[in-house]
Structures are given as structure tokens and as C-alpha cells.
């Protein structure tokens, strides 16, 4: 079956980074666009940044651009977020998802319903 497990979460002071890292299983990576999400503490679940399967289109919620690196590596099964310039307000569980979607539209990934598989989450934890 499908398995989606991030890790690289954790304690970290503002202004540092982190890279979390969501290996996938049980199927074809290069088939899916993938997307991250994240959950605050007491908010709904919210869109970080997705890239399409083709890998030539990636988007950012506003709030991380210029700060967020989505990437994957087919050769590890591997999606990855590079996190630098980190701030209390990045506080939260950060999910990993993939979509079956060949869609190339932001439309298309920065919605929960967009995703067919989801990871367990990994915590963030941002001091000031």
C-alpha cells in the first residue's frame, strides 16, 4: 500500500532552517504532483507549496515565499522542503500529500481535496 512518512521536523530558534523530507512507497513517484501543507496549533490545515508532476511548475503560499524550497528526488522516492529564515508563525505540523493530478494550475494543489495521499505529519517548532 501507499506510504507517505516525513521526517527532519523539530526545535529550532528563529532565523534557522530545517529540511524535512517525505519518502514515499507503493507507488510511481514521477506519476503524482506532491504539496505540502501545514497545521498550526488550534487552525485548519493550510497550503505551503506543491510542485506539479512534471516538475516545471511550483508554487508557494505567500507567507513562505523566497523563504521555502519545495524539490524532489526521483532517484530516493524523496520530496523535500528546505525551511530557512524560520519564524514562530511557521509553528506547526507539516504534511506531505500527493495527487494524481496532471493539472498545472495552483488551482489544482493548494486545496486539502486536491490530494489523494497523505503523510503522518512531522512537528515544527519555531522559538523566538
Known amino acids: 500500500q501507499v506510504q507517505l512518512v516525513e521526517s527532519g521536523g523539530g526545535l529550532v530558534q528563529a532565523g534557522g532552517s530545517l529540511r524535512l523530507s517525505c519518502i514515499a512507497s507503493?507507488?510511481?513517484?514521477?506519476?503524482?504532483?506532491q504539496g505540502w501543507f501545514r497545521q498550526p496549533p488550534g487552525k485548519e490545515r493550510e497550503f505551503v507549496a506543491a510542485i506539479n508532476r512534471s516538475g516545471v511548475n511550483t508554487w508557494y503560499a505567500d507567507s513562505v515565499k523566497g523563504r521555502f524550497t519545495i524539490s524532489r528526488d526521483y532517484a530516493k522516492n524523496t520530496l523535500y522542503l528546505q525551511m530557512n529564515s524560520l519564524k514562530p508563525e511557521d509553528t506547526a505540523v507539516y504534511y506531505c500529500?500527493?495527487?494524481?493530478?496532471?493539472?498545472?494550475?495552483?488551482?489544482?494543489?493548494?486545496?486539502?481535496?486536491?490530494?489523494?495521499?497523505w503523510g503522518q505529519g512531522t512537528q515544527v517548532t519555531v522559538s523566538s
Open positions: 507503493g507507488l510511481t513517484f514521477s506519476n503524482y504532483g
Open positions: 500529500a500527493f495527487t494524481y493530478s496532471s493539472c498545472s494550475n495552483l488551482g489544482c494543489y493548494d486545496d486539502t481535496h486536491d490530494y489523494n495521499y
